[in-house]
Each structure stands twice: as C-alpha cells, then as structure tokens.
C-alpha cells in the first residue's frame, strides 16, 4: 500500500486532482452550491440508498422555453486503473472486502449520498477484470443478451469489448481497463475526498490507476442569456473557437443535452428493465445494474461555429427543424421522434441526416412498452441515459502512459462521453446509427451524418464497462469463487 501511495501521491496524478487547473476555477465561477439537510435526506430517500450505483436522485430541473432540462452535477470524474494483485480466490475476496469497507465507510459519513449536493459514485468493471475469474462462474452468471442471441444464433454476451465505428480515426485506443470509478458532484472537495479513500486508503494497493478524467457541466443557466460556466471555462482556457460558444450553453458544441423528454427515465436503462432485453429478470446476480459506455472525444469548435445557426441546428437535430434564431433546447421528446423511414426521407431530400434524428431508429422505443417494474413508457421514449460532460483535458488530465494516450498539457474543448444503456449491443447498434449505418433495415452511407455532424468530433479512447447493482459493486462474483 504504501508503494502505491507514493506512486500516486509523488506522481503527476497528484498534481492533475490536487491542483486541478483549470478545474479548479469552476468553484470560483460558479459560487457556493447548497448542500441537503439530514432532514432533506431522509424525505427524499427515506433514509436508503439506491439499489443502483448509476443513477442519481435530487436532480434539480429548469425550463427552457417551456421544455424541462434536467440539471446535473457541477464537477465530474472517472479514474480507470488496472488491478494489482493476482487473481487467485483468498486475493480477489480480499480485495472486495477492502474496497467494500472502504464505500460502506463514505456512505456512512453520508459523503456518499447519490445526489449532487453529495456524491455519487459508480463502480464499474471492464472484461478484462472478468476475464480474471473462472469461465465455470461468468458463464452462468454473466449478464446474456438475449436479443442480439435470438438475432445472430449464438449466446452474445450484455458486456463486449468495445469497437472502432465506421467515423471514429484510424488511431483509436480501444483501452482494457479492469475498473472505472465514475464520480459526480457539486462540491469538487467531496469528489477529491472520494478519490483519496479510493485510492489512498485501505484499497489502494489494489489499483494502478491509469487515467484521471475530469470536467463539468453548467444547465442552470440553459436558456437564461446569462453567461455559463461552459462558454467562461473555455474562454479562460484560451481554446479556439470559445467566444463563439452561445452565453448560457450547457456543453461546448451549443445545444442542451440534457432536457428531460430525451433521456431515458427511471430505471429504464438497467439490464433488467425491458422485457426479452437480457436474463436478468427476475432474479439475475446484475439486476439493477447497467452497461456503460466510456470514450474521450475532441470538438473542433471553429469548425463547429464557422457555419450559422440554422445550419448547426438542423445538423444537430435533423434536416427540417426550424427553431427560432439561438435557441438552445429544441424538443426531442416522443413527439419529436423520427422513424427509420423518416430519416430515410430525410436523406432522400436533403442528403444528410441530423445527429439526434440518426439515432432515434434504435434510441428510441418503437411502440409502447410496460417494463418488469410496471413502468409504462410510450412509443418514443428514449432508451440511453447520458452522463457526459465538458472537459478541457487532452485527453486527460492525468495518464500512466503519456505517450500511449497522446497527453499533451495544452487545454482542449472536448467531452468525456458516459452513457448507460441496458447492453454493450444496443449502444454499438446506435452508435452505429449515428454513422447512418442500419444493418439490413438500410444503410445511408458513412457520409449521411459524418459530413455535417461527426467531422467535428475526434474520438481518442473507447471502452465498455459493466456497473453492477450497489449491493455487488465491489469485486462482482468473487464472493462465490470457491
């Protein structure tokens, strides 16, 4: 322990969280944020956690022009690390009690709280952790997708490796970390205290950490005119592009992501939600978890802002929104889905597609649906529930192997994409989507949207990742190795 200590306390991953810059300037800027009362706590939860290490409760909403942005947390992390120690029973047991105590012990403190004005955090484990333990005990417990199983023949698993996609560059990393620990809160002090427990206390010998990612996300402002974070950080880090930045944007590229008619509700995006979705329901050992997506993605902002708005409109959305000059929220609700045979019609007409309108054939849900649970969800409700946020790091603030991930110390519009889907399969499948690729329902070619939309947009590193439940978040399945 106290050799990984010095590892990371000496080194430059220190200085990245520690010091922080330019992250450190979103307190200054964005002022003090509340925190809940022991009282508020309990009237929202009555007094229990979340069964789900993903989602997060106490989420505030503004209105923009008469549509609800759901506003999330200020200030944002994810650390990825590979495990050190081997993968032998009495090792990995171990291991799961040590970092177990060591979250049981932040939510104890109710540092841990799984709202903004606390904490959240979510454990999640990449294939090669998997891969660690016996094939006798993934092979059964493992979550199975049982669409992409009824649709190719063969037993296809929730959790793949991730892919390169037909706009991502040729020099794509495609990363192979065991875990990821995927912060979030209001306060940056309780995000770093988190990291330090993690990764300095009692577990921390079990980890290399291999990257620290960091970065924010501004909706209070969305729609007000006011300046936001956002378009403040950029301008203060000196990146191409930034005065164009709409004054009150939530992200980088203009347009709110986060409205809450586009972003899947509930529980919808657990493994176990959907009917026929995996084996989950109702009793799987990864029931009220999720898969999740992780990559970095660079934003040419001049590029971006060198068109006008109506056009950065319509290649956002699709071809025939026309929202007045400056709006920000443009409704993607279920009234505002496009079918497959919509974009189709689309691209018949004005040769491309926009990038919500490319996605919402898989995104979306084609008819309406009565969950596991009860939920009824109508014929458009969105699937993915998106957890990205703007970053200036490049790519990261912090990596292990500067070489290998191409670290520079010159700041970078970009984002760190997060999004938790109820499969590996259905966000390739949408991913794909967003290159105009359909499968046998039709293709539009790579050009659809990579021309108006993804030419802006680099993508350095991807991975996939499973989130267990909470109650299996530390080390799943070593509890029943023999």
Known sequence: MAVTRRRFLGGAAAAAFAAGWPYRLVDRIAGPTPRDTGAELLADHSGALPLEQHLVNGLRTVVDGGTPVTVPPLHHAVVTAVLDLPATTVALQQAQQALESVLVGLEAARLLT??????????????????????????????????????????????????????????????????????????????????????????????????????????????????????????????????????????????????????????????????????????GYFRHGTAMHLSHIFEDLESWYGVGYRQRATFSINPSVRPHRGTQTIPQGPGQTESLAQVQADYGTYRFVGHSASMQPVSRLPGPVTDNYGNLYPAGTAIPQRADFNTLDNPFSYSADPLGDRMSPLPAAGVHFLAFTPTSGSFHQLRHAMDGQYGPDGDLGFEAVHGPFNNILRTTHRQNYLVPPRVHRSFPLAELLD
């Open 114 to 283: 799984f709202r903004p004005t606390g904490l959240s955090l979510a454990v999640a484990w990449g294939l090669p952790y998997f891969r660690r333990l016996p094939s006798t005990l993934t092979g059964g417990l493992l979550p199975v997708d049982l669409d992409a199983s009824g649709s190719t023949g063969t037993t296809t698993p929730a959790l793949l490796d991730a892919i390169a996609f037909a706009s991502d560059p040729t020099d794509l990393l495609l990363e192979q970390n065991d875990v990821a620990f995927v912060l979030a809160s209001d306060h940056l002090a309780d995000i770093a205290s988190a990291v330090d427990a993690v990764v300095n206390g009692p577990a921390g010998a079990l980890f290399q950490v291999t990257s620290i990612r960091r970065g924010f996300v501004d909706a209070r402002h969305v729609g007000t005119g006011v300046e936001s974070l956002t378009k403040r950080m950029a301008m203060a880090a000196g990146v191409p592009g930034a005065k164009s930045i709409p004054e009150s944007a939530q992200l980088f590229l203009g347009f709110t992501s986060t409205q809450q008619a586009a972003l899947g509700p509930s529980t919808i995006a657990n493994l176990e939600s959907l009917p026929g979705m995996t084996d989950q329901w109702p009793d």
